[in-house]
């Protein structure tokens, strides 16, 4: 049972352009809402994330969209650059699950130079 | 400060045989979590552990066992591997509270032929 969906599954953008994952969830248990950046070879590390009681968050280039009644959640990384081709996971978490993180299938993203 | 680290990195196996994947963290984490990663599926979570002697079931823990007789060590254990259980391993531990940042280690590749 996928309880987070996020789409798509890959995305090419030209550097400079912006790239936009969007996610959504169904259990409305979930108060906690990160973003994980995956390099080839690596582990996951968290990139940004969000709690429910604001609408936007950002960090630098990165920005996430909250809407809390759609169920929904999304990332936007501006100036989109190489550098951050990369997998990228939206996941999503209930204070009382012991840090159990439930995660979306995964964005390949690729910046073309 | 190592952070997490994961023994081996690349395993291959044939079916039926056993093996154990060693996970090892130096930041005083309570939590401690093992996920399979395969292609369009995001991260699934095996079994984790709340604290020393303390071991849970997650999403899909058939074929796997798990031991955390130390605080710093949590150990994933497939007793007869089948080839479904071809996958990248990663272990990841956090602090309990907030902020819950799951940190991970650099994952196993197996194969089980």
């Known amino acids: 049972q996928q309880q987070v969906k996020q789409s798509p599954q890959s995305l090419i953008v030209q550097k400079g352009g912006i790239s936009i994952i969007n996610c959504a969830y169904e259990n409305t248990a979930f108060d906690y809402f990160p973003w994980y950046q995956q390099f080839p070879g690596k582990g996951p590390a968290l990139l940004i994330a969000?709690?429910?009681?604001?609408s936007e968050k950002k960090e630098g280039r990165f920005t996430i969209s909250f809407n809390k009644s759609a169920k929904q959640f999304s990332l936007h990384i501006m100036d989109s650059q190489p550098g951050d081709s990369a997998t990228y996971f939206c996941?999503?978490?209930?204070?009382?699950?012991?840090?159990?993180?439930?995660f979306g299938q995964g964005t390949i993203l690729t910046v073309h130079p | 400060n190592a952070g997490v680290t994961q023994t081996p990195k690349f395993r291959v196996l044939k079916t039926g045989q056993s093996m154990t994947l060693l996970c090892a963290q130096d930041m005083n984490h309570e939590y401690m979590y093992w996920y399979r990663q395969d292609p369009g599926m995001g991260l699934r979570l095996i079994h984790y552990s709340v604290g020393e002697g303390t071991t849970a079931k997650g999403e899909v823990p058939d074929g796997y066992n798990v031991s955390r007789l130390k605080k710093q060590n949590f150990l994933l254990g497939l007793e007869s591997a089948a080839p479904s259980q071809t996958s990248v391993y990663f272990c990841?531990?956090?602090?309990?509270?907030?902020?819950?940042?799951?940190?991970f280690g650099p994952g196993t590749r197996l194969t089980v032929t």
């Open positions: 990841a531990s956090i602090r309990a509270g907030w902020p819950y940042e799951q940190y």
């Open positions: 969000i709690r429910p009681d604001v």
């Open positions: 996941a999503a978490m209930s204070g009382t699950s012991y840090g159990k993180l439930t």
